[in-house]
């Protein structure tokens, strides 16, 4: 199946820093990437669709301006955690789906990112 | 609201019997619905879906059977293995592309 690159895997950062986490579709080009937040013991909830070449659709209660989303090309989608706080600790993970197969197919997920902002 | 979600949050089974995850959800007009199975510290990884004109779907060891008038979806896992321990999400896809994902199922096998 396809791949979805996601790095780093694991981060950490003191408050206040900010962070990038690179989201890469290795096979397959993606118009759209999606970035999902997950808690310990918890779902995946979705933060934001990163659209190529436009701006990103950020699901209510997310900060756009603390989740900066780039999606720049086909194959690469960034996160940037601004100004980090300890409360941003998480696991991120991105998805990608394959738009050559149509838009009702499986969405591939990146490793995901552990980040811990001490 | 709307929402997926799973009936228990917790599902032990012996080796070798088999397994039923279930997810409920609410949306009639979704038509895409797909099982992941995440390990710990890992991303969720694909195991099979099915689409809003089915109501059953195949794949090795793995069945989805979807029920559109209840609005339930489950997963079967035949001849569980150790490695089958993990957690299941059920999800969601309404319209164009964006996957809604329920609660989750930690599924743990016992040798």
């Known amino acids: 199946g396809a791949v979805v690159s996601q790095h780093p895997s694991r981060v950490i950062c003191k408050s206040g820093t900010s962070v990038k986490i690179e989201c890469r579709s290795l096979?397959?080009?993606?118009?759209?990437m999606f970035w999902y937040r997950q808690f310990p013991k918890k779902s995946l909830m979705l933060m934001a669709t990163s659209n190529e070449g436009s701006k990103a659709t950020y699901e209510q209660g997310v900060e756009k301006d603390k989740f900066l989303i780039n999606h720049a090309s086909l194959t690469l989608s960034t996160l940037t955690v601004t100004s980090a706080h300890p409360e941003d600790s998480s696991f991120y993970i991105c998805s990608a789906r394959d738009q050559g197969t149509g838009s009702n197919t499986e969405a591939f997920f990146g490793q995901g990112t552990r980040l811990t902002v001490v | 609201g709307e929402s997926v979600g799973l009936h228990l949050p917790t599902l032990s089974v012996q080796e070798g019997d088999n397994s039923i995850i279930n997810c409920a959800y609410s949306n009639s007009a979704s038509d895409y619905f797909i099982w992941y199975k995440q390990e710990s510290g890992k991303g969720p990884q694909f195991i099979i879906d099915?689409?809003?004109?089915?109501d059953k779907r195949q794949g090795q060891r793995v069945t989805v059977l979807l029920n559109k008038t209840v609005k339930h979806l489950s997963l079967q896992i035949a001849a569980t293995q150790p490695g089958d321990s993990a957690v299941y999400f059920c999800?969601?896809?309404?319209?164009?592309?964006?996957?809604?994902f329920g609660q989750g199922t930690r599924l743990t096998i016992n040798p």
């Open positions: 096979d397959f080009q993606a118009t759209t």
């Open positions: 099915i689409r809003s004109n089915m």
């Open positions: 999800a969601e896809s309404r319209g164009a592309q964006k996957l809604v």
